[in-house]
T-cell receptor
Framework: RKEVEQDPGPFNVPEGATVAFNCTYS??????FFWYRQDCRKEPKLLMS???SGNEDGRFTAQLNRASQYISLLIRDSKLSDSATYLC???????????FGTGTRLQVFP | NAGVTQTPKFQVLKTGQSMTLQCAQD?????MSWYRQDPGMGLRLIHY???????DQGEVPNGYNVSRSTTEDFPLRLLSAAPSQTSVYFC???????????FGPGTRLTVL
């Protein structure tokens, strides 16, 4: 089993739709979780950290489920500009190392 | 504040050539890392460093060397380039308290 797994998609959704991505991780000792956004041929950029209590930033909500070892990202009211690849990242056990999922591609259409 | 910078942006090598990918950060981050990104494979960790003078291997270290003589710089060396090393290389840095990694713009390497 890979350390961090994501559905590669693509997820094709209309503008205004709500879409959710999940990311599973295998190391129960992991403590830090992140969602990154990567546009085509660009570097990944942090979208949001994922806290135990869940967190929200505008249209984006991230949640952590430790029991089932997954994190999720919910995007409400999708915009065309949300089209990108979304990468989850999890630290390895008790270290600073981050392992990334392969990314989920989102395409929002008019 | 330039963040994380990488040079060159593009490079073409012939099999067997060596080269160094440069990475520098001006945020005084202790942690730096190198990733390669290939289609369908996501970001894979090559080497990382938790501070000057300390380096360690990631998931795919073979064929690459690193050193960390200063906090700011973390060069990646390809000793004898192979076509399998054709990829996009990203350098990243973070502070210990946050884990959040900041990425450089990447180097697109093609090995013929």
């Amino acid at each position: 089993r890979k350390e961090v797994e994501q559905d590669p998609g693509p997820f094709n959704v209309p503008e205004g739709a709500t879409v959710a991505f999940n990311c599973t991780y295998s190391n129960s000792a992991s403590q830090s979780f992140f969602w990154y956004r990567q546009d085509c041929r660009k570097e990944p950029k942090l979208l949001m950290s994922v806290y135990s209590s869940g967190n929200e930033d505008g249209r984006f909500t991230a949640q952590l489920n430790r029991a089932s070892q997954y994190i999720s990202l919910l995007i409400r009211d999708s915009k065309l500009s949300d089209s990108a690849t979304y990468l989850c990242a999890v630290n390895v056990g008790n270290t600073d190392k981050l392992i990334f999922g392969t990314g989920t591609r989102l395409q929002v259409f008019p | 504040n330039a963040g994380v910078t990488q040079t060159p942006k593009f490079q073409v090598l012939k099999t067997g050539q060596s080269m160094t990918l440069q990475c520098a950060q001006d945020m005084n981050h202790e942690y730096m890392s190198w990733y390669r990104q290939d289609p369908g494979m996501g970001l894979r960790l090559i080497h990382y460093s938790v501070g000057a003078g300390i380096t360690d291997q990631g998931e795919v270290p073979n064929g690459y060397n690193v050193s960390r003589s200063t906090t700011e710089d973390f060069p990646l060396r390809l000793l004898s380039a192979a076509p399998s090393q054709t990829s996009v290389y990203f350098c990243a840095s973070s502070s210990p308290s946050h884990n959040e990694q900041f990425f450089g713009p990447g180097t697109r390497l093609t090995v013929l």
